[in-house]
């Protein structure tokens, strides 16, 4: 913006945009506050954080850390808030100044505020004097010149609510709230962490003042790099709840604590109590064929005796049984027509036939028998087996 001075020259003014960016040395950048923090915390690296709070604290579990937040405006949903309070409740400190303090988180502390808005072409009218100051500033405050700080918080919990800081009309704009084992500090007119405010006199102070209340020494140090670039509530998405659920049972410790704990008892059941409650039958072995071990057993035997004779006899006897089982004919008359009989029913030549039964008339009338007759006999007993 170009400002007329005279008949001949002019003024450019630098971008009053407020960003609080660390890295924005312009009137309404976070530079010198960004630097300033380091300095009074030299034992942490302040850790830039450019995410919703809910994936912040999903991704944490301190119990004594500093988060700081500088915003022209602080828009968050329902997780969001959530997860703030959880964080605060587990024993950190969550530091936040904003000129508009979304409603929700507000309302979760039963706090409001005033918000003044000012259009950009009152800037110079409003231009003036103005200071702010903790509680425990010794000085009447700590002053530059600009807009005035108006915004200021109302309708507090005076049980859970302590004020610490004012503006120049004797109107809260710094408060702090307190949950379970933390701190939630809020400050409603972030111009006093601005470039062009810390660097007027010893404006630096006032940031140190303010922050005096946090921890000393934090478990970690964060800075919001998210919220001062969000220009409205950032809407819920399925899947954000889906996930919140696990992490809200993680943030508590005995929810924490019972669920791993029916974890760990499901593991043991399914280890041990899945097993047979009962001991594993044996299976029965099957019953052995006793008549083929006998059969064996008394072949070896007469094989041992060398008693062919005896064994030969044994197998034509069982053999004849099977021609008369099988193709019902008499065995004890052998002739011409029980040698084409018995050919024609078993399909075995004629020859082959004559021969087998030649050989077992043979063994009839011989009263001893040798090892080659009997395995003579044998082979030709099989023989007609395997072609019938």
Request: glycine share 4%.
């Amino acid at each position: 913006m170009l400002i007329s001075c005279g008949n001949s020259s002019t003024v450019k003014l630098p971008s009053l945009k407020e960003t609080y960016s660390k890295n924005d040395k312009k009137p309404f950048g976070g530079f010198i506050a960004y630097r300033e923090i380091a300095a009074m915390y030299r034992d942490n690296i302040a850790r830039d954080k450019k995410q919703p709070f809910t994936k912040t604290w999903d991704n944490i579990s301190d119990t004594g850390a500093l988060y700081i937040c500088l915003a022209r405006a602080l828009f968050v949903n329902e997780l969001e808030v959530d997860a703030m309070m959880n964080y605060v409740e587990a024993g950190n400190d969550l530091f936040i100044s904003a000129a508009y303090i979304d409603e929700l988180l507000l309302k979760k502390i039963d706090c409001n505020e005033i918000f003044f808005g000012m259009p950009f072409e009152d800037i110079f009218d409003s231009m003036r004097r103005t200071f702010t100051t903790p509680v425990t500033a010794a000085a009447p405050g700590y002053a530059y010149y600009y807009q005035p700080y108006r915004n200021y918080f109302f309708n507090m919990n005076t049980s859970r609510t302590r004020i610490i800081g004012f503006n120049e009309s004797g109107k809260p704009n710094a408060i702090v709230y307190f949950h379970g084992k933390g701190r939630l500090f809020l400050h409603c007119d972030p111009r006093a962490f601005s470039n062009y405010f810390l660097l007027k006199d010893d404006n630096y102070q006032y940031l140190q003042k303010m922050l005096a209340y946090t921890n000393d020494f934090p478990e970690h140090l964060y800075w919001d790099d998210y919220y001062n670039k969000l220009r409205g509530r950032r809407k819920v998405k399925t899947e954000d709840k889906d996930f919140s659920t696990l992490s809200e049972i993680m943030k508590h410790p005995p929810l924490a604590f019972a669920f791993w704990l029916a974890i760990i008892l499901l593991s043991l059941y399914i280890l041990f109590g899945s097993k047979r409650l009962q001991r594993i039958i044996q299976q029965r072995k099957a019953n052995e064929n006793t008549t083929v071990t006998f059969t064996e057993t008394i072949g070896r035997l007469y094989l041992q005796k060398k008693d062919n004779k005896n064994i030969a006899d044994k197998m034509i006897t069982y053999f004849n049984e099977y021609i008369r089982n099988k193709y019902f004919l008499n065995t004890n008359l052998v002739n011409e027509d029980f040698i084409a009989a018995l050919s024609g029913k078993s399909g075995v030549q004629r020859d082959k036939v004559e021969s087998l039964y030649r050989a077992i008339v043979a063994v009839h009338s011989n009263a001893a028998l040798n090892d080659y007759e009997l395995l003579s006999l044998n082979e030709q007993i099989q023989n007609f087996y395997k072609k019938t």
